[in-house]
């Protein structure tokens, strides 16, 4: 019987072994989507305790505390954080077969060096061993990212954002980390929302252009993607959680905005046609930048309504969606093909059941840079080894592996970067499988850069951080 997580932990094969002690252990990390607060990592953060840089934002943990019978005052209420970590040290040894057991086992191994298992008993030792380490200067913010040998983190950020805590970050000649901003135009996509005339307002002042038509919202836009450009930024991103893919005509789309603007009641259909045009109006604008856009389609957000109301949205009452989207994102794909206007794109799913054919679809649009459409990283509730191994499996069969631009955290929390050693392991355990089966010639030396690439290389050139 193999050790509890020990150094070959997820790792099958002898070839799986090699592939990652010699080739991915080491490499730099790219966390190219997060939701990391610059302003966290510009003034350097401490933290008081390991309930507020462990639980605090984790959404995960929280949706298993529920599960687990946790009243929410230890979840996200106002009860004592010691008394929160304590629930969470009963939860874990419940938590067989979820990822969440690894996930917090490496985070206690690789952060505070702890190698004993989380419970109760076990809980004094821990709380008292990780809070005197996160007392000292190598447990602030920026050190914790430098630890993780982070090369270069991609926040998400609203456009009229002013991120200077970005352009403080840059200044910064002791962070040797890149944290550059994503472009996140959510207020610019939900024409419906009560709150999209409050968004416009602010979008005109900033960009000191009247918006009184669709067009000028375009033109506004585009002075915060050319702002955001200049701080670094190399991606947008979108969440899709409905059909998004309606023709209509620009006289139509400006009549849609228009209602949107005094807020008057839409429609299902006037709904997608805007967000069809406001799609293909940003798509050109990243092509133009040289920026990748990516596309997070597939979640029912803010499920518990009762909860939604007691402590708002992103705290874990999200799940997954089960519309069908291969028509609409293959005509917009196409759309913006069609006059050389689309740009490099990521495109991830929430439901399993989409991955042939989110697969098969990237297919239809590479060209011009290797890799150009991507098929995401197991995203949500597919970043668990099942929901990886089986990502990595489509892909292979489908397209190429050896250009997948890897792993990201899509997370909250500082500690999360070991999900990418989590990745690795399964990486290189998936082909250490097919080369052990004679699937594949032991080539160590193709072998050790494919997983060097897809670790670090290809995004690192898909993005161009050639800093």
């Known amino acids: 019987m193999k050790a509890f997580m020990d150094k070959d932990f997820l790792l099958e094969t002898e070839t799986a072994k090699m592939l990652y002690h010699n080739f991915a252990k080491d490499m730099p990390i790219i966390d190219y989507h997060c939701h990391l607060s610059a302003k966290e990592i510009a003034e350097n953060k401490t933290f008081s305790n390991l309930t507020e ?47 969440l057991y690894h996930w917090t086992h490496l ?24 809070n ?18 982070v090369d270069s983190l991609c926040t998400t950020d609203d456009p009229l954002d002013d991120l200077k805590y970005h352009k403080k970050i840059q200044e910064n000649v002791n962070l040797n980390v890149k944290v550059l901003p994503t472009f996140r135009p959510d207020g610019a996509l939900t024409v419906e929302s009560p709150s999209f005339y409050e968004w416009i307002g602010k979008l005109e002042e900033l960009s000191n252009i009247q918006i009184d038509s669709f067009s000028n919202l375009v033109k506004a836009i585009e002075t915060r993607v050319d702002y955001f ?37 839409l429609n299902n259909e006037e709904k997608i046609q805007y967000k069809t045009a406001m799609l293909k109006s940003l798509g050109k604008l990243y092509r133009q930048y040289g920026w990748a856009m990516q596309l997070h389609i597939g979640a029912i957000r803010n499920n518990n309504t009762r909860m939604f109301e007691k402590i708002g949205s992103n705290t874990g009452f999200d799940s997954i969606a089960d519309f069908t989207y291969a028509a609409d994102l ?3 794909l196409d759309s913006l093909n069609a ?45 668990q080894r099942n929901g990886m191994v ?16 890897g792993m990201l955290t899509d997370s909250r929390s500082l500690l999360s970067f070991t999900r990418h050693e989590y990745f690795r392991r399964i990486l290189c355990n998936v082909i250490g499988e097919w080369v052990e089966k004679g699937e594949y010639p032991e080539d160590i030396e193709i072998l050790g850069n494919i997983v060097k690439n897809i670790c670090y290389f290809n995004v690192k050139n898909y993005l161009e951080l050639n800093f």
């Not at 990237?362 to 990283?377: A, H, R």
């Open 53 to 99: 840089i462990w639980l605090k934002e984790d959404h995960y943990k929280w949706r298993a505390l529920r599960s687990n019978g946790v009243d929410e005052k230890w979840v996200t209420g106002d009860g004592e954080e010691r008394e929160k970590f304590n629930k969470w040290a009963e939860t874990v040894p419940y938590l067989l077969g979820n990822p």
């Open 107 to 130: 985070e206690l191994k690789r952060v505070f060096n702890v190698e004993k298992t989380l419970n109760p008993v076990t809980a004094d030792e821990i709380w008292n061993h990780c």
């Open 132 to 149: 005197e380490l996160l007392g000292t200067s190598s447990f602030t913010a920026q050190e914790l990212i430098k630890s993780f040998n």
């Open 229 to 265: 450009n200049k701080a670094g930024c190399r991606l947008s991103d979108h969440g899709l959680d409905s059909n998004f893919y309606l023709e209509a005509s620009e006289e139509e789309v400006n009549a849609i905005f228009l209602k949107g603007l005094a807020n008057k009641a």
């Open 330 to 332: 293959s005509h917009l």
């Open 339 to 383: 006059d050389n206007s689309l740009p490099k794109s990521i495109i991830y799913n929430l439901n399993p059941r989409d991955n042939y054919m989110i697969a098969s679809m990237i297919g239809n649009f590479q060209g011009e840079v290797s890799g150009k459409i991507q098929f995401g990283t197991a995203w949500w509730f597919n970043d």
């Open 390 to 405: 089986d990502q990595i499996n489509v892909l292979a069969n489908c397209g190429m592996l050896s250009n997948f631009v």
